[in-house]
Each structure stands twice: as C-alpha cells, then as structure tokens.
C-alpha cells in the first residue's frame, strides 16, 4: 500500500501552512462537517439521485476513507481498520489504493448506516490525533502535508455535501428546505455593468508561494495577454431573462454545436432548478422555492448556457489566465458559505468594490456567489507534473474535455479559496453554483 499511496517524494511537493495547528485546524474542519449535517433527517442522508450527486452518508465516508488510507494506514504503526469493508464502498477514483464500489449505485449502500458512519469517523479522528500526538520529526515530514491535503479535499466535499443535497431535496416534490432561515438580498438600486480595463502585456500565473495549493496550479508561468475588458460584476438573472425572451434557447446560431445538441436532447428552456408558475419564475434554493430575484447573479449555469448567452451579448467568457490577471491585488472576500446565505446575493449599487492592480476600475463579486465559467479547457500548464503514486490522481488524470471554473462560491469556505484556484467540469453540468462574468476585446 505504501508504494501506491504516497512515497516520500509526494508528500515533499505538497505544501502545510502552519504545523503547529494542523491538530486543531484538522478537528475544525472535521467538527464543520458534521454541522453541515445538522439540518438533516436520517433519510435524507441516502439518497442518491443521479450519478454524479452522492449520498451524504458518502461523503461523511469518503473523507474519512481518505485520511485513514493516505495518513494512517501506511505512518502509524499497528494500525488495523474499523472495518476492512469500508476501503472498497468508499474510494472514488483512486485506482492504485484498490478496488472500488460503482459511482452511480452509492445510493444502494443502506449498510453501514448513518450512525455507524458517524462511529467510522470518530475512530478514524482519534488515530489521527494519535499519529500526530506521537510522530517524531522525520514522519511529521511526511504526514503534515498529507493531512493538509485531508483537510482541503474535505473542505471540497463540504461543498459538494451542499450542492449533492440541494439536488436531491430539489427532486422531492414538497420541495423542503435545507434551512427555513436563509437570508435574500433585494437592492433598491441594484449594481449597474461597466466595463473594466486591463492593458496587453506578459502576465505571470500560477502558484508560486510557501502554502497549501493543488499540483494543477503549478508551476508559475508565462503566458501573453491581449488588452481586454471584464464586466465590474457577474450576469445576473435580469439580464439572463433577456436572453431567454429573445429566444436565446432557440437559436443555433448561439450555440457551439454540442451545445445545441444538448439543448435539443435534454430540452433545456431555462437554468437548473428553475420552473414556471402562473407566469411568474421560480427557482429552488436551499430554503425552498422562491421567486426569482432579478438583481442576484444568474446562477446553476453550463458552460454551454453561459457561452451562449455570452455570445448574445456580443461579448464572450474571459479566458482563465485573464481572469487570474484581473484578480491579481484584490482581496479574496466575498458570499462564502462561512456567510450562512447559501445562495449568491444581489448587489447593491453602492457596494464597495476594489481595483485590482492592473485593472482601470473597481471589481465586485470576483470571489463567491458563483463559480464563474472560463472559455479555458482545462489542461497542464507548461512543465506540469502530477504527483507520484495514488496522490497524482487527485487533478491530473482528469485534463481533458472540462472548463476551467475561478474563484469560488457560496458553498465554498473561504479558508479553500485563492487567486489561482482551478475548478473544473464538464461543460453540460450545471448542479453546482455556476454563473459568469462577461468579458470582450477593445475593437
């Protein structure tokens, strides 16, 4: 196991930002997944309702599979595992740490249950604390990094905790909340679009510093940019009604082909997660179906839907590299989950915003709310190398045919993000929250 795990050459190319907190930082993040949790019913927690949306109970396992797999089993001597069962029901894609249950029938797992779930991951915090109470400076080395890296994938799979159960209430047809008391923002004088300007030149980005970051951001690089322009804020549901009212869902010309192919197979008319009622939009959101607020970013957008609206614009999706040069110097604030809305806001006109350090104006949004669509596919940046062993599966083996995603939403914790944080999915997916900047070249 320890070959296929992580050797200690992986382990050094990982970053831990402060060893003197990784015990307390490690039961925080562990403690605030489980408070994810609380709103929920244990019925709630095994349902599967498509492939890619996984039962709670799953992702309480899965992170937990990941420290007892890459940190104790092969560091902490004499370990034997709660139950050698759960290594094959709770592995997702990690081909070389063993065999693994199939993605789309997490939902058929009714045992463990719940509550031994819960016990699974006590167990598993213990040992870890145990490791990290008895590791002398040489394993401490290697694990502080591994743990990190735990403690981000968790942070992730909080995320998709939040976005997995907001599918599976969506499809109930009560429509229940996930939280009764979440806030709405509704701005008198909502946040006009302007432009903001930002000069061709050779731009660095990518990873360059002492803490944690995914091997995908790395290494820092070169890249040339053309002078472009991005839109102060996100798109917003006003403006993407627009596009629906003229026809936007009906014209080709729009459209990339696969794009349109899928618009006719799955007879896309709307975002995700809207519906129609006597006339009147509604949306469903984590506290329940709401109408549509106009002024709140256009959000549970593919990135087909996104570059078709782009286009109607006359404008297009900024490139990654773009985005990552007009994010240089701002502060990394925004709607984070750590905010408790669970759902992007509206913006109020007279919102402070910040000039970023090559840009011409203020930007607003450009952390949180949505994930914002790039036009980059994602790929290797020059000289990219994965990781060693199981590890190097974590990004690399997933470069080809998704779109790069930048800068976080409000499911996302604050703590996870930064400039050069790379999401990525396919460009038909739309269950997480999605939206988009506009960008455009001066004529």
């Known amino acids: 196991m320890s070959t296929a795990v992580s050797p200690t050459d992986s382990s050094a190319r990982l970053r831990c930002t402060d060893r003197a907190t990784l015990p307390s930082r490690f039961a925080t993040v562990r403690a605030q997944t489980e408070q994810f949790c609380e709103p929920l019913h244990t019925e709630d927690f095994v349902v599967q309702t498509e492939e890619h949306v996984s039962p709670t109970k799953w992702h309480l396992a899965h992170t937990t599979w990941f420290f007892e ?15 050698e069962q759960y290594a094959y029901l709770f592995n997702s894609y990690y081909i070389q740490a063993g065999e693994r249950h199939c993605r789309d029938r997490r939902g058929y797992i009714s045992r463990p249950t719940v509550s031994e779930v819960f016990e699974y991951r ?19 080395d290697t694990i502080a990094p591994l743990i990190e890296l735990g ?97 936007g869902y009906e014209r080709p010309e729009l459209w990339l082909s696969a794009g349109w192919s899928t618009v006719q197979e799955r007879e896309w008319t709307e975002p995700y997660y809207w519906e129609r009622h006597d006339d009147q ?13 106009p002024d709140e970013p256009v959000c549970h957008l ?33 709607n984070f989950v750590e905010d408790d809305a669970y759902h992007p806001q509206a913006l109020s006109a007279d919102a402070p915003g910040h000039t970023p350090t090559h840009g011409n104006g203020p930007l607003h949004q450009m952390y949180g709310d949505v994930w914002e669509w790039t036009q980059s596919h994602y790929s290797p940046y020059p000289g990219y190398k994965p990781l060693p062993g199981a590890i190097g599966e974590y990004n690399g083996k997933f ?16 703590t996870h993000i930064r400039p050069t944080y790379r999401n990525f999915f396919h460009p038909d997916e739309a269950w997480q929250f999605m939206g988009l900047r506009l960008a455009r070249t001066p004529q």
């Open 151 to 247: 403690i981000h994938h968790e942070q992730q799979h909080q995320e998709l905790m939040v976005t997995d159960m907001k599918h599976v209430l969506s499809v109930n047809p009560l429509r229940p909340s996930y939280r009764d008391d979440l806030p709405e923002a509704r701005p008198d004088k909502p946040m006009p679009l302007r432009w903001v300007g930002f000069d061709e030149g050779l731009y660095e980005i990518g990873y360059d510093g002492d803490g944690f970051h995914y091997d995908n951001e790395t290494p820092r690089h070169r890249t040339y940019v053309q002078s472009f322009q991005l839109s102060n804020r996100l798109v917003t549901n006003r403006e993407y009604m627009a596009f629906m009212d003229d026809d």
């Open 281 to 293: 939009w509604y949306v469903y959101t984590l506290g329940g179906l709401r109408e549509v607020n």
């Open 122 to 140: 006590a167990f598993v915090d213990e040992q870890v604390h145990t490791l990290l109470d008895q590791a002398d400076a040489a394993t401490m």
């Open 69 to 83: 797999t890459f940190v104790l089993e092969p560091h902490l001597d004499g370990f034997e595992p709660l139950n």
């Open 399 to 414: 470069m080809c045919g998704q779109f790069v995603l930048r800068g976080g939403s409000c499911a996302t914790s604050q």
């Open 302 to 334: 593919s990135y087909f839907e996104a570059n078709a609206f782009a286009r109607w614009a006359d404008a297009r999706l900024p490139t990654e590299a773009e985005w990552e040069v007009a994010a240089e110097g701002l502060p990394v604030q925004g």
